[in-house]
């Protein structure tokens, strides 16, 4: 999605997916599924969807759009059901394409509806496995093949289908199954992406982020373990470990920039981490100036800390635009000329004449960063230094984050100096990696930073990964 002068709507990584998953049965569990999507997504703006189980069947419902555009009150009462899961998409691998929306329904030898957030790295293998067992599929994600996989299976259990069906999956991979009798959710091995499990009253539900259990009434129970399977079922709750891995690669950048704000992570609340990276952001990278100023959201928290820990007023100095919305009337060339300020509109009373710190959580290709400094330039601020919650962004994720080539990065082959100079500001200065694990009391060894430091949890490369890998193969084959 891209605004009229061509810059992506969002210049960060693009967000994953988001999911859900629920047994309550003297509840309306369409509704519940609906707010908790509604307040994942974030995660996800491109399609979502519901798939509800009654009378031993599921029924699917699923569109492009967001939540609120898909669903309404008479589609949700058609939903009906003792258990649900749901989904909200960001195409990681695959197009955008309605086939590869949300719950996908497979019923070879097992109905079931799967909801995936997660990127599998092994996809190719898996594709051509099962192609050559002649399963037909009908979408290029790779959600598909996980589903195929336990729909095809053997075993007279879900549960026993999935444990045998996991460990052969490689990636990331947060993922919740509906049946016919149960509701299973599993992360891989590594834990790279969230899963928590909550509690509905005497039932339970897992979602990606705990967000998703404050709107429905829930309380966050604990995190899914890595490599644990829960089962939601008229039995209870039941778990098991279904895979094993030597290590943890929990994504850091989720603390970073993913979750939302209200969300507890690794059980800490992801505001108070991120106003600590501002906190230790000013300790590592004073700069001395008259006023810091969020990129509003994403930048919030940590210009609230970089405020706090160097005493330096914060105040509003960019105005987002909260209604911005996806758009096709083009500018054209004098809108242009006049720089078209659809995000964001600075104030002159508050940088102008002033030396300002602007505060954001991370840059990706820099082009809303090079934007937002030639605005409050033209506001009059007398100096900019830009400081980053993070550290530079130099390596593509390939565990279901959409970061762009490494090419397209301001990072790429750059020294921090020389993308200062390419975004045009006084100086730049980034958060070190140090400062993000003491800001979010975790450590290296249990987590994914590959995005920083090319140091991938996983060994496999990316060749057969990429968003497109399926289709580009289907392409091959056709
Ligand atoms: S590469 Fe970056 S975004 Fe991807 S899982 Fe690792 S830390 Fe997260």
Not at 183 to 212: K, Q, Y
Not at 461 to 474: I, Q, R, V, Y
Request: with cysteine; glycine share 8%; charged share 25%.
């Amino acid at each position: 999605m891209t605004t009229p002068d061509g810059i992506p709507e969002r210049d960060g990584p693009r967000d994953e997916c988001g999911v859900f998953g629920v047994y309550a049965p003297e509840s309306e569990v369409a509704r519940l599924a609906y707010f908790a999507l509604y307040a994942l997504q974030h995660r996800g703006q491109e399609s979502a969807g519901i798939a509800t189980t009654e009378s031993g069947h599921i029924m699917t419902l699923r569109d492009l759009g967001l939540v609120s555009q898909v669903f309404d009150e008479s589609k949700l009462r058609a939903l009906g059901g003792t258990m649900a899961v749901g989904h909200v998409r960001y195409s990681t691998t695959g197009s955008s394409a309605w086939e590869n929306a949300q719950p996908i329904y497979r019923s070879d030898r097992r109905e079931l509806a799967l909801a995936h957030n997660g990127n599998l790295i092994n996809a190719v293998d898996l594709h051509e496995e099962l192609s050559e067992q002649g399963v037909q599929l009908r979408s290029t994600s790779d959600s598909e093949l996980i589903a195929a996989l336990l729909s095809i299976h053997e075993a007279e259990r879900i549960e026993d289908a999935v444990a045998d069906v996991v460990p052969r999956l490689e990636g990331a991979l947060s993922t919740v199954v509906l049946t016919p009798d149960a509701v299973v959710a599993f992360r891989d091995p590594l834990g790279l992406r969230p899963l928590s499990l909550g509690r509905l009253g005497d039932r339970f539900c897992v979602a990606s982020e705990s967000c998703a259990f404050d709107i429905i009434g829930a309380e966050l129970v604990r995190e899914i373990g890595p490599g644990e399977m829960v089962s939601l079922s008229e039995r209870g709750l039941e778990t098991r470990q279904v895979a094993r891995s030597d290590r943890r690669a929990f994504c850091v950048f989720e603390h970073i920039y993913f979750a939302r704000p209200d969300s507890v992570l690794e059980g800490m609340r992801t505001q108070v981490a991120r106003r600590r990276m501002g906190e230790i952001l000013w300790r590592e990278e004073p700069v001395e100036a008259d006023v810091v100023v969020a990129v509003p959201d994403s930048g919030n928290p940590a210009a609230a800390g970089y405020s706090l820990a160097s005493g330096i007023p914060r105040d509003d100095g960019l105005i987002k635009n909260r209604y911005v919305a996806r758009t096709f009337i083009q500018p054209g060339q004098e809108l242009r000329k006049h720089g078209l300020r659809m995000k964001f509109n600075p104030l002159p009373e508050v940088v102008g004449g002033r030396r300002v710190v602007v505060v954001d959580d991370s840059i990706v290709r820099g082009n809303t960063t090079r934007q937002i400094v030639g605005m409050l330039r033209d506001a009059g601020a007398r100096e900019i230094h830009v400081r980053i919650s993070a550290p530079p962004i130099r390596h593509p994720c390939h565990y279901g984050i959409d970061m762009s080539t490494a090419e397209e990065m301001a990072a790429h082959e750059r020294t921090v100096e020389e993308i200062g100079v390419e975004l045009g500001c006084d100086s730049l200065a980034y958060l070190s990696l140090e400062g993000v694990y003491e800001a979010i009391r975790g450590e290296r060894s249990t987590h994914c930073d590959a995005c920083f430091t090319g140091d991938y949890p996983l060994e496999r490369s990316d060749s057969a990964s990429g968003k497109f890998a399926l289709e580009e193969l289907t392409v091959v084959r056709s």
